[in-house]
């Protein structure tokens, strides 16, 4: 027997006491004894039993028939009469409240279990066929069906509202008879109807018919035949309108032949952007076979490493919901090939993106049309070397590009010393197999980024870009002079080969495009002039720049060992207290012949010759002990700002070699800041050894001209740099316009977030003060503050004076 959780309902303690001990006997759970309506009412809401045993006469206005029709009209619970109550009136006001049990005491045990048990199982079988009702009502209407019946003895065909609804009629029922229904139904469909209402068991069938306003509908009939007596027979069944699914099954087989045949390839993608469908085209452009593409994301199989379309995520947040654009496209073997690309976001009723059809149209054919007809419109067609065309085009892109970057660059004339000889000795035939040869060389030896044209003849032309200095442009030249030194073999003939070559530059030598070409052509003749195979710049300031730099490079070994350096210290200003924090040491040379020397003249030059390490060492030592020199005269806690430069950083001895100096001169570590620029610590691994090693020895590191090199927001995340330096190039436009500004907040927004200290550099007007003060910079230094001077400039008053002063002037040292 199932245990049972039963409510006992009795107003005789000693009835009660000895029922619940029958039933926990039998193995069920008493959950209580009560002998009111109300008790009992809250106790069933409180305790939840599965079963109640109720004695009809109760207590109180309410008695058990009462509480019983209660109950099973509350929670459905049984509810079993156990009563002395046997008359008329009582029995049938009880059955009225359908009780699954009624017993008049005295009653045996075996009785009582026998009547607990009925209960259970009538309880349990109104449970399934409720939840059975239930599913079917749900399942009914979720499907949308109409229910009809149909009996052969009267003929009559019936049907619920919905049925009604699909045929166009009002939301009533529906009666008619079978002749007047099958008349509706379309001539062709209705053999199939009548066979499946005259077919044993169950059927199913879709025709077509008329609804009331003449329009064709598509409807699904389901039903099953059972026979009656006297040979009669009635049919009951479903109904569904699959109009709106026919027509759409229609316009999926159009799609679906488009889709076949199209010479497009067709990919359908989920909401995780993950193949799920693509057409035969898809297949025969990219040679994957379907079952290698389905269930991949086609960024890791078909879009090439270049430009990439927008990301799906970003094509459905866009308003128009679609893309087009060209792409380039990766075959299964890696070949890449152009592709014209459509990709488009497909959405539910309520929006949520469901799919993404992404199109792709093999455009080779067409991209290399047009490549060949650019190639022949703009290169030579015996060498393949660019043409006048080309060059005029490379020279004033290269001339817009130098301007905007302000960067030089050069154009380099090379003509075949005595080539008329061989064309006339030999023959045109031997002469051009020359020009080939000659040119390939040429593409040997220029670099990437440079462009070669034959001019027409035995002439040429290279444009060099990108020059860091001048003497890079004689260095090229050098390499084509040498790699035409070597004779030309034509069968089993050898030619000597020399080539004058002529140098110019922009902007120096000409800042347009006939300038140019008319200054490099006159330093070629100026190159023949001097005996040819040789090179030669247009003017003597080429010339006077080498002389100029290798004086430099010379000069500085003697200025180190005759002091001719000098550190000259910019204040940095705390902006909101207005007092002194800190100095930047920035070097000059004072040439005892040319006066003073500006860094940027020999600090370039410094670091390619190697010099910079001896002279960056000379720079640290003395600004640590300047600051300590200052610390000791009782300027307490100032900040030393030293530049390092690239090779200095990458020196495995730079950390000890600064501790040392430290210990010498009694510095604390945290009174000296390292600066270095963005460039110097591009490789990160190593960059970021080196900066945890200053900053485990307590020593800062400042990132200098922020926002001028290649700035990473990844680098600035990762590196645990203590300081960002504006450079002056933002500062010197504030307040400026709002883009200006914007920058300027923008960064120091970036800066707190990652908890960096910021400097700003280049102040020089007070309205760039109050500016940087406004959005909360907390460190300048420029020419409004001071100039950079000798430390003997900065007395010691002046020092304590200004460390501990909100006021600070305005150039106190110039």
């Given at each position: 027997?199932?245990?049972?959780?039963i409510l006992i309902v009795e107003d005789e303690p000693v009835v009660a006491l000895d029922l619940r001990q029958t039933l926990e006997?039998?193995?069920?759970?008493?959950?209580?004894?009560?002998?009111?309506?109300?008790?009992?009412?809250?106790?069933?809401?409180?305790?939840?039993?599965?079963?109640?045993?109720?004695?009809?006469?109760?207590?109180?206005?309410?008695?058990?028939?009462?509480?019983?029709?209660?109950?099973?009209?509350?929670?459905?619970?049984?509810?079993?009469?156990?009563?002395?109550?046997?008359?008329?009136?009582?029995?049938?006001?009880?059955?009225?409240?359908?009780?699954?049990?009624?017993?008049?005491?005295?009653?045996?045990?075996?009785?009582?279990?026998?009547?607990?048990?009925?209960?259970?199982?009538?309880?349990?079988?109104?449970?399934?066929?409720?939840?059975?009702?239930?599913?079917?009502?749900?399942?009914?209407?979720?499907?949308?069906?109409?229910?009809?019946?149909?009996?052969?003895?009267?003929?009559k065909l019936q049907g619920d509202e919905r049925f009604n609804r699909m045929l166009g009629g009002a939301l009533c029922h529906f009666?008619?008879?079978?002749?007047?229904?099958?008349?509706?139904?379309?001539?062709?469909?209705?053999?199939?109807?009548?066979?499946?209402?005259?077919?044993?068991?169950?059927?199913?069938?879709?025709?077509?018919?008329?609804?009331?306003?003449?329009?064709?509908?598509?409807?699904?009939?389901?039903?099953?035949?059972?026979?009656?007596?006297?040979?009669?027979?009635?049919?009951?069944?479903?109904?569904?309108?699959?109009?709106?699914?026919?027509?759409?099954?229609?316009?999926?087989?159009?799609?679906?032949?488009?889709?076949?045949?199209?010479?497009?390839?067709?990919?359908?993608?989920?909401?995780?952007?993950?193949?799920?469908?693509?057409?035969?085209?898809?297949?025969?452009?990219?040679?994957?076979?379907?079952?290698?593409?389905?269930?991949?994301?086609?960024?890791?199989?078909?879009?090439?490493?270049?430009?990439?379309?927008?990301?799906?995520?970003?094509?459905?947040?866009?308003?128009?919901?679609?893309?087009?654009?060209?792409?380039?496209?990766?075959?299964?073997?890696?070949?890449?090939?152009?592709?014209?690309?459509?990709?488009?976001?497909?959405?539910?009723?309520?929006?949520?993106?469901?799919?993404?059809?992404?199109?792709?149209?093999?455009?080779?054919?067409?991209?290399?049309?047009?490549?060949?007809?650019?190639?022949?419109?703009?290169?030579?067609?015996?060498?393949?070397?660019?043409?006048?065309?080309?060059?005029?085009?490379?020279?004033?892109?290269?001339?817009?590009?130098?301007?905007?970057?302000?960067?030089?660059?050069?154009?380099?004339?090379?003509?075949?010393?005595?080539?008329?000889?061989?064309?006339?000795?030999?023959?045109?035939?031997?002469?051009?197999?020359?020009?080939?040869?000659?040119?390939?060389?040429?593409?040997?030896?220029?670099?990437?980024?440079?462009?070669?044209?034959?001019?027409?003849?035995?002439?040429?032309?290279?444009?060099?870009?990108?020059?860091?200095?001048?003497?890079?442009?004689?260095?090229?030249?050098?390499?084509?002079?040498?790699?035409?030194?070597?004779?030309?073999?034509?069968?089993?003939?050898?030619?000597?080969?020399?080539?004058?070559?002529?140098?110019?530059?922009?902007?120096?030598?000409?800042?347009?495009?006939?300038?140019?070409?008319?200054?490099?052509?006159?330093?070629?003749?100026?190159?023949?002039?001097?005996?040819?195979?040789?090179?030669?710049?247009?003017?003597?300031?080429?010339?006077?720049?080498?002389?100029?730099?290798?004086?430099?490079?010379?000069?500085?070994?003697?200025?180190?060992?005759?002091?001719?350096?000098?550190?000259?210290?910019?204040?940095?200003?705390?902006?909101?207290?207005?007092?002194?924090?800190?100095?930047?040491?920035?070097?000059?040379?004072?040439?005892?012949?040319?006066?003073?020397?500006?860094?940027?003249?020999?600090?370039?030059?410094?670091?390619?010759?190697?010099?910079?390490?001896?002279?960056?060492?000379?720079?640290?030592?003395?600004?640590?002990?300047?600051?300590?020199?200052?610390?000791?005269?009782?300027?307490?806690?100032?900040?030393?700002?030293?530049?390092?430069?690239?090779?200095?950083?990458?020196?495995?001895?730079?950390?000890?070699?600064?501790?040392?100096?430290?210990?010498?001169?009694?510095?604390?570590?945290?009174?000296?800041?390292?600066?270095?620029?963005?460039?110097?610590?591009?490789?990160?691994?190593?960059?970021?050894?080196?900066?945890?090693?200053?900053?485990?020895?307590?020593?800062?590191?400042?990132?200098?001209?922020?926002?001028?090199?290649?700035?990473?927001?990844?680098?600035?995340?990762?590196?645990?740099?203590?300081?960002?330096?504006?450079?002056?190039?933002?500062?010197?436009?504030?307040?400026?316009?709002?883009?200006?500004?914007?920058?300027?907040?923008?960064?120091?927004?970036?800066?707190?977030?990652?908890?960096?200290?910021?400097?700003?550099?280049?102040?020089?007007?007070?309205?760039?003060?109050?500016?940087?003060?406004?959005?909360?910079?907390?460190?300048?230094?420029?020419?409004?503050?001071?100039?950079?001077?000798?430390?003997?400039?900065?007395?010691?008053?002046?020092?304590?004076?200004?460390?501990?002063?909100?006021?600070?002037?305005?150039?106190?040292?110039?």
């Amino acid at each position: 027997m199932q245990a049972e959780r039963i409510l006992i309902v009795e107003d005789e303690p000693v009835v009660a006491l000895d029922l619940r001990q029958t039933l926990e006997e039998m193995g069920h759970q008493v959950e209580g004894i009560h002998s009111s309506v109300p008790s009992v009412l809250a106790a069933i809401e409180r305790e939840q039993p599965s079963m109640v045993l109720m004695d009809i006469h109760l207590g109180g206005a309410r008695d058990g028939v009462d509480a019983a029709q209660e109950i099973y009209q509350r929670w459905g619970l049984p509810v079993i009469y156990l009563t002395a109550f046997a008359d008329d009136r009582t029995i049938e006001r009880a059955a009225a409240t359908k009780p699954f049990g009624y017993l008049l005491k005295p009653f045996q045990n075996k009785e009582l279990a026998a009547v607990i048990q009925v209960a259970h199982t009538r309880h349990q079988t109104e449970c399934a066929l409720a939840a059975s009702e239930a599913r079917l009502a749900i399942a009914v209407e979720a499907a949308e069906l109409g229910i009809w019946e149909w009996e052969s003895q009267l003929d009559k065909l019936q049907g619920d509202e919905r049925f009604n609804r699909m045929l166009g009629g009002a939301l009533c029922h529906f009666h008619t008879h079978l002749h007047a229904f099958l008349a509706r139904v379309h001539p062709d469909d209705r053999a199939t109807v009548e066979q499946g209402l005259n077919q044993p068991g169950f059927f199913s069938c879709a025709f077509r018919a008329l609804r009331d306003n003449g329009e064709q509908a598509t409807l699904e009939m389901h039903g099953q035949l059972r026979p009656l007596p006297g040979g009669h027979r009635e049919v009951i069944g479903a109904i569904r309108d699959i109009t709106e699914r026919v027509q759409m099954e229609e316009q999926l087989r159009q799609a679906s032949v488009v889709f076949s045949t199209t010479a497009e390839g067709i990919m359908i993608l989920d909401e995780q952007y993950r193949i799920r469908s693509v057409n035969p085209a898809l297949s025969r452009l990219t040679e994957y076979r379907e079952s290698e593409l389905l269930g991949q994301l086609p960024d890791s199989l078909l879009l090439g490493s270049e430009a990439r379309p927008p990301s799906y995520a970003a094509i459905a947040a866009s308003s128009e919901g679609y893309w087009s654009g060209e792409v380039c496209a990766r075959r299964r073997h890696g070949e890449l090939f152009p592709s014209l690309q459509h990709i488009c976001a497909v959405r539910d009723a309520s929006g949520k993106v469901l799919q993404y059809v992404h199109t792709l149209a093999d455009i080779s054919a067409m991209r290399e049309a047009e490549r060949q007809l650019a190639h022949l419109a703009y290169h030579d067609a015996l060498t393949g070397l660019g043409n006048r065309y080309l060059l005029n085009d490379t020279l004033e892109s290269e001339i817009a590009r130098a301007q905007r970057n302000e960067r030089i660059f050069a154009v380099i004339f090379l003509d075949l010393d005595g080539f008329k000889s061989i064309n006339d000795t030999v023959g045109h035939h031997v002469g051009d197999r020359v020009i080939q040869e000659i040119a390939r060389r040429l593409t040997l030896q220029i670099r990437r980024q440079d462009t070669a044209v034959r001019l027409g003849g035995d002439e040429f032309v290279v444009v060099c870009p990108d020059l860091h200095h001048a003497e890079e442009s004689l260095v090229i030249a050098q390499k084509l002079l040498k790699a035409m030194d070597e004779p030309v073999q034509i069968d089993t003939l050898r030619y000597n080969i020399s080539v004058s070559i002529g140098v110019a530059l922009y902007p120096e030598d000409g800042n347009n495009l006939n300038a140019l070409l008319s200054a490099a052509d006159s330093a070629m003749y100026e190159a023949k002039r001097q005996g040819k195979g040789r090179y030669c710049g247009y003017l003597p300031t080429i010339a006077a720049r080498i002389r100029e730099r290798l004086e430099i490079e010379q000069g500085l070994h003697a200025a180190l060992a005759e002091n001719q350096f000098e550190l000259h210290y910019q204040p940095v200003v705390d902006l909101k207290r207005r007092c002194l924090i800190g100095f930047e040491a920035l070097v000059r040379w004072r040439h005892p012949e040319r006066g003073m020397i500006a860094p940027d003249q020999f600090i370039g030059i410094a670091e390619e010759s190697g010099f910079i390490e001896p002279l960056g060492r000379w720079i640290l030592n003395t600004a640590i002990a300047q600051a300590a020199a200052w610390q000791q005269a009782g300027a307490k806690g100032l900040l030393m700002a030293v530049n390092v430069s690239a090779r200095q950083f990458n020196d495995e001895q730079l950390v000890d070699g600064i501790v040392t100096m430290l210990a010498r001169h009694g510095l604390a570590a945290r009174q000296l800041e390292i600066e270095v620029t963005e460039s110097t610590v591009q490789e990160f691994h190593r960059s970021k050894r080196i900066v945890d090693t200053l900053r485990e020895r307590g020593i800062a590191v400042a990132l200098d001209d922020f926002g001028t090199g290649y700035s990473s927001l990844s680098l600035l995340k990762h590196l645990p740099i203590n300081r960002v330096k504006i450079d002056r190039s933002f500062v010197i436009a504030l307040p400026g316009t709002a883009r200006d500004a914007g920058l300027i907040s923008a960064i120091m927004q970036m800066a707190n977030s990652l908890d960096l200290e910021v400097t700003a550099e280049g102040i020089e007007t007070p309205e760039q003060a109050a500016f940087l003060n406004a959005v909360g910079c907390p460190a300048v230094q420029g020419y409004l503050f001071s100039r950079p001077a000798p430390a003997s400039h900065f007395t010691t008053e002046w020092l304590c004076h200004y460390r501990e002063s909100d006021s600070f002037q305005v150039n106190p040292a110039a």
